[in-house]
Structures are given as structure tokens and as C-alpha cells.
């Protein structure tokens, strides 16, 4: 017996998509909230701290797609984290986003840096950005129109 597929364009990519697996580290509670609504409002999965040492005791049980962390934070910021993460040979290519307006050498080790206060949606596009270069939905293809 053959097995009958219904493919639909763009489903594998949706499917990528919504394995993708996204960290969220604030210390603010009610912001930390928030972003977690809106990342899964866009299908994906979320994991959440309310600081970088928690985070990285995430970081041996998940392997997120994406870190969204704020700089700012008790116990460990969100700079001493990024340092860390991006020194371990297990998690120094998981992109790293960082919510803040402080410049320092450690916040220059952030791959993408979101100055605060930021428009949630303006959060979740940058989110969804690095994500689908993780997942494009061309195969990875470059076409020049």
C-alpha cells in the first residue's frame, strides 16, 4: 500500500518553525510575562527565567533557538550570562538578544542588541528574524528577483 501525502507549501517550514525554542531571561516579572505571551502568540515554544544563573542551569536540560535576556539583574546580569554562554563550546552559537541601552565590551558580545523600552512587537520581529535564518523557507536559497 502507498501512502498518500497532502503536502502544502510552506508546512515543513511551520513546522521548523514552531520546534524553534526560545529563552527569555528578565527579572521583571510582569514584563517577563509579556514576552512570553507574545513569542508563543507566534508559535513558538518558550522557556523563561528571572535570571542568568537560573538561565544557565536551563541551558544543560534545553537547547534554545534564540536567548532573549535583559542586561540588567539580580544574581547574574544579563552581560555576565552572555559572557559565560558564549565561552561554552555547547552554546556559543545559540544567537543571543540583548535588551538594553547599556554599551559595554560584554553587551558587544550580544548578537543582536534591542535598546529598552522596546515595542513588544518590535521584540518579537527581531525574535522571528534570527529564527527563520535558522529556518528559512526557501531550503536556504538565495534568489535575486
Keep these: 500500500m502507498i501512502a498518500k501525502y497532502n503536502w502544502i507549501p510552506g508546512t515543513f517550514h ?5 520546534q524553534a525554542l526560545v529563552m527569555i531571561v528578565d527579572d521583571n516579572l510582569e514584563l517577563l510575562d509579556m514576552m512570553r505571551q507574545a513569542i508563543k502568540h507566534e508559535g ?6 528571572n535570571n542568568g544563573y537560573d538561565a544557565l542551569s536551563l ?3 534545553y537547547t534554545p533557538s534564540v ?3 535583559d542586561y540588567v539583574m539580580p544574581v547574574m546580569d544579563g552581560a555576565k550570562f552572555l559572557s559565560i554562554m558564549k565561552s561554552s563550546k ?3 552559537m545559540i544567537p543571543f538578544i540583548l535588551l538594553s541601552n547599556v554599551d559595554s565590551a ?3 558580545l550580544a548578537d543582536v542588541r ?3 523600552p522596546f515595542r513588544m512587537h518590535d521584540m ?5 528574524i534570527v529564527i527563520g535564518q535558522q529556518y528559512p523557507t526557501n531550503g536556504g536559497i538565495s534568489i535575486d528577483e
Excluded: E
Design 14 to 18: 511551520r513546522t521548523k518553525r514552531q
Design 44 to 49: 513558538f515554544r518558550v522557556i523563561c527565567s
Design 59 to 61: 541551558l544543560y536540560k
Design 67 to 69: 536567548i532573549v535576556s
Design 90 to 92: 555547547r552554546h556559543c
Design 106 to 108: 560584554r553587551a558587544n
Design 114 to 116: 534591542l535598546p529598552k
Design 124 to 128: 518579537v520581529d527581531v525574535v522571528s
